[in-house]
C-alpha cells in the first residue's frame, strides 16, 4: 500500500491529526474563511493568531490580542530592571559590575530596552516559550507548501535573536485540535 505525502505528513497513530479531522478543518475553512477552533474544556489562556506582520502567516501572542510595546521612555536602568528583570537584580554587584552598560539613575536608551524587553517579554516570545516543548505531533512543520502548518523561528539570522511562532489558518485548527487533545487548557483565538 503506497502511502501519500499528506498521509504521511499527517499520520494515523495516537495524537497524530487523521486524515479525516484534516479534511473536516479544510472544508470548514474554505466555506468559512475562519479555522475551525474547538473551544477547550476549561481554559487558563488564550493564544491568539494575528496576522500583524502580513507575512502570510498568523503571528501567535500569548494573552493579549494586540502587540503592545511598553513606553519604555520615563524609565530609569534601574526601574527598567525592576520591572522586567527583577531576578537580575539578585546578583550579587549586579549595578557594580555593569555600571558602564546599564547607568542606573540615567534614563534607559528605548532601542535597548525595547531589544531587552522583546526577547523575554513580548507576547510572541511568550507564546514561543509556552509552545516550543508541546508535543504538537507533525503540525509541528514548516511552509512547505502543506496547508497546515506552524513554524516555529528561534533566530531569523545572526544579530537578530527574535523568537516566535507563526501558523497559516488551517494550522491554527490544528494547534487548538493538539491542545484540547492534551487537555492544555489553552483556547487559540482570532485577534
Given amino acids: 500500500m503506497s502511502v501519500t505525502r499528506r498521509e504521511f505528513l499527517l499520520g494515523t497513530g495516537a495524537g497524530l491529526l487523521l486524515p479525516k479531522t484534516y479534511d473536516f478543518f479544510a ?3 474554505a466555506k468559512n474563511g475562519e479555522p475551525f477552533l474547538e473551544k ?35 524609565f530609569t536602568y534601574e526601574e527598567f530592571f525592576q520591572e522586567f528583570f527583577p531576578d537580575w537584580l539578585s546578583e550579587p554587584d549586579f549595578w557594580e559590575t ?46 512547505d507548501g502543506v496547508d497546515g502548518w506552524i513554524d516555529f523561528t528561534d533566530g531569523v539570522h545572526p544579530g537578530n535573536d527574535s523568537r516566535f511562532t507563526d501558523v497559516d489558518h488551517l494550522g491554527a485548527s490544528i494547534l487548538q485540535h493538539r491542545l484540547n487533545e492534551l487537555n492544555m487548557g489553552i483556547e487559540v483565538a482570532l485577534a
Fill in 98 to 143: 555593569r555600571k558602564d552598560w546599564y547607568p542606573r539613575e540615567a534614563y534607559i536608551d528605548e532601542w535597548t530596552a525595547f531589544d531587552m524587553w522583546v526577547r523575554r517579554h513580548s507576547p510572541d516570545v511568550k507564546a514561543f516559550e509556552l509552545l516550543e516543548w508541546v508535543d504538537l505531533g507533525e503540525t509541528r512543520s514548516t511552509r
Fill in 27 to 29: 472544508n470548514f475553512l
Fill in 40 to 74: 477547550p474544556s476549561s481554559c487558563t489562556r488564550t493564544i491568539y493568531c494575528s496576522d500583524i506582520f502580513g507575512e502570510g502567516g498568523l503571528r501567535l501572542l500569548l494573552d493579549t490580542p494586540e502587540y503592545e510595546i511598553p513606553d519604555f521612555s520615563s
